[in-house]
Structures are given as structure tokens and as C-alpha cells.
């Protein structure tokens, strides 16, 4: 087992992993019965980190806070010179629960969105073991309600940040599953959206081909620049102490 050291992101934690590390840990995770939540940490994610107590707490208390992002891969190079790559989590953590004979719970997105996405899960991963689904508009208690009868290992929860990771931080430890967040990725597998081309991703310019996707995100994206500038105020304050 490859041990990767944590790595603090202006004061955000984050494991600098790639894919392959990222299905060892995660592997490892579940084998080992062990339960709780994965962050994804981006840009966006760490400016509220910054700002907000309460979301602090919930990255803090995450199992595998993992990058997700060019803000993320950016950060973890030019404050700790350490590679990493943005991990596509959603995707990784069902070929692993399939690959360990884990049982899945799929929750979120809107019905008809859930549906289509359920079927191409199905298509996708024939051997994998889904206990149970429900899309992302039911009541909360019917949720719970029905996360609980289905017992799973792995929850795959796509609610859109802070929801998903408010919720899994409520309920991980009570339902003793690993909650991973899918935010929009429901939609990509039941192709209602396309993900960014590999091009796109390899080089940090997914914000770029979403935005060009998704005109009304430019307030969203506006926080990379925020983002930044406190990246590079950030690195010359530790220069200087």
C-alpha cells in the first residue's frame, strides 16, 4: 500500500494523488470496512474554506479529501511542489466497488435524470452490486429511510456542493458507508451533459469548457481569480516568514 502524505492547501487539506493512488486509497478504504466521506477540493471549494467555520469542519472531517480541479493541482505544486492530477472520483469509485464487490447506493440528480443515468451505470459497470438508488428530490427522512434499508458500503451522492457534503458529514458515520460526491456527474453519465474533452482536463482548462457549456457559471468562475491572487499572496507571505 502507497502511503501519500496529506498536504495542507492554504491551510485546506488535500492528499496530492493521482488516479492510480486515488483507486489504491479508496480500495484500501473499503476492504478495510472503513466508513466516512471524500471531499472534492477545488478552487471554489478552498475560497470557502477560507470563509466559512462551518464547511471548514466538514473538510476537516473528511476521510479523503482528494484534488479536483487546475485550482487545486495548481496550489499543491506551487505551495508544496507536489504533482497530482484531477481525479474524476465519481467514475473511479464505481469501477472500484465493482472491482471489490462493495454495494452501491446512486442518490441525487433530478428523476428522469436519475433514471437515465442508472441505466448507463448498469451498461457501464455490468458486475457492479447496487443495492439501492433515489434521485435527489425526495424528502430527506425518505432518503435516509431508504439509504438505511439498503445497507450500502458506498454511497455515490450528487446533491451539488455544500448539500452533498453537509449530508454526507451528518450521516456517514451512522450508516457506516463511504459517501462520495458526484455533484453534475449524474448528468454527464445520462447524457444530459457532456464532460470537458481530455485535452481540456489534462491542460486546467475544464472551467473553460464548462463556462463555454454553462454561460451563467461566469460569477462562479470569477472565484479562480480570487482564487489565485490569494494563492500568490499566500506563497509570498511564506516566503517572507
Request: charged share 25%.
Amino acid at each position: 500500500m502507497t502511503v501519500i502524505e496529506k498536504i495542507q492547501v492554504m491551510t485546506c487539506p488535500m492528499y496530492p494523488v493521482n488516479s492510480a493512488q486515488a483507486s489504491e486509497m479508496l480500495r484500501d478504504k473499503l476492504i478495510g470496512d472503513e466508513f466516512g466521506y471524500c471531499v472534492a477540493i477545488n478552487a471554489e471549494k478552498i475560497n470557502r474554506y477560507l470563509r466559512d467555520a462551518e464547511f471548514r469542519k466538514i473538510i476537516d472531517g473528511s476521510i479523503f479529501p482528494y484534488p479536483d480541479g487546475a485550482g487545486a493541482t495548481l496550489a499543491a505544486k506551487f505551495l508544496a511542489k507536489k504533482a497530482c492530477e484531477k481525479i474524476n472520483m465519481p467514475v473511479l469509485c464505481l469501477d472500484v466497488a465493482a472491482e471489490t464487490g462493495s454495494r452501491v447506493f446512486v442518490y441525487g440528480a433530478k428523476p428522469e435524470v436519475h433514471a437515465l443515468a442508472m441505466e448507463a451505470i448498469g451498461r457501464r459497470f455490468p458486475a457492479l452490486v447496487v443495492c439501492g438508488s433515489e434521485h435527489g428530490y425526495v424528502d430527506e427522512t425518505d432518503a435516509v429511510s431508504a439509504l438505511r434499508g439498503a445497507n450500502p458500503d458506498l454511497v455515490l451522492i450528487a446533491l451539488g456542493s455544500p448539500k452533498q457534503e453537509e449530508f454526507a458529514a451528518k450521516y456517514a458515520s451512522e450508516l457506516g458507508a463511504i459517501f462520495v460526491g458526484g455533484g453534475g456527474s449524474l448528468d454527464i453519465m445520462a447524457g444530459v451533459k457532456k464532460r470537458a474533452p481530455e485535452f481540456f482536463v489534462n491542460n486546467g482548462l475544464e472551467w473553460a469548457y464548462r463556462l463555454a457549456q454553462e454561460p451563467w457559471r461566469l460569477k462562479r468562475q470569477l472565484g479562480l481569480v480570487v482564487f489565485v491572487l490569494r494563492l500568490i499572496k499566500y506563497r509570498f507571505r511564506k516566503m517572507e516568514s
